[in-house]
T-cell receptor, first 111, second 112 residues
Framework: GQQVMQIPQYQHVQEGEDFTTYCNSS?????IQWYKQRPGGHPVFLIQ?????EVKKQKRLTFQFGEAKKNSSLHITATQTTDVGTYFC???????????FGAGTILRVKS | KAGVTQTPRYLIKTRGQQVTLSCSPI?????VSWYQQTPGQGLQFLFE???????NKGNFPGRFSGRQFSNSRSEMNVSTLELGDSALYLC???????????FGPGTRLTVT
């Protein structure tokens, strides 16, 4: 079936270190979305990438969409304790039009 | 604008019972999707409705059903509850089916 694999499952970093989470799809995506879920909260939309090779930045967050539109990454520079949470990618399948979520990467930041 | 609201927020049911969860989307949003979130399985897509029509369906048994009303409010129903149905049920609304999703706070369902 259509899957979006996300790695790593967990990441513990020291405050100030960088963090990256990766998503890979088994099929071509029409777009990819990223969400953040704080502990005890609900997912909150961060960004959507549509174009092949697209790169978008939000302050310390950098999002990339692969050339083949099958993979994506989220990179956080100099993590802060406010970055704690679970980061999900969600790929919109080119065929079938379903939005498939990755399993998420749990980020813990030690101060 | 008010966000997505879900009722009830918490629910405890017994195996074999049925449950109905409600979702009110952001005003003007016509797409409503439902997800099941569990620690082991992550966010699993249940179904999506747009203008009262089911547009997509996930891989869940027929015990899970939903509907959308003309005012875009949506309900999901789970019949013959099983212990494994204990989860956080999230509703998300969107202006269109390919736009970003705005999630509600969820309904925490516990089946005993």
């Amino acid at each position: 079936g259509q899957q979006v694999m996300q790695i790593p499952q967990y990441q513990h970093v020291q405050e100030g270190e960088d963090f990256t989470t990766y998503c890979n799809s088994s099929t071509t995506l029409s777009n990819i979305q990223w969400y953040k879920q704080r502990p005890g909260g609900h997912p909150v939309f961060l960004i959507q990438l549509v174009k092949s090779g697209e790169v978008k930045k939000q302050k310390r967050l950098t999002f990339q969409f692969g050339e083949a539109k099958k993979n994506s990454s989220l990179h956080i520079t100099a993590t802060q304790t406010t970055d704690v949470g679970t980061y999900f990618c969600a790929g919109k399948m080119e065929y079938g039009n379903k939005l498939v979520f990755g399993a998420g990467t749990i980020l813990r930041v030690k101060s | 604008k008010a966000g997505v609201t879900q009722t009830p927020r918490y629910l405890i049911k017994t195996r074999g019972q049925q449950v109905t969860l409600s979702c009110s989307p952001i005003s003007g949003h016509r797409s409503v999707s439902w997800y099941q979130q569990t620690p082991g399985q992550g966010l699993q897509f249940l179904f999506e409705y747009f203008s009262e029509t089911q547009r997509n369906k996930g891989n869940f048994p027929g015990r899970f059903s939903g509907r959308q009303f003309s005012n875009s409010r949506s309900e999901m129903n789970v019949s013959t509850l099983e212990l494994g149905d204990s989860a956080l049920y999230l509703c998300a609304s969107s202006p269109r089916t390919d736009y970003e999703q705005y999630f509600g706070p969820g309904t925490r369902l516990t089946v005993t």
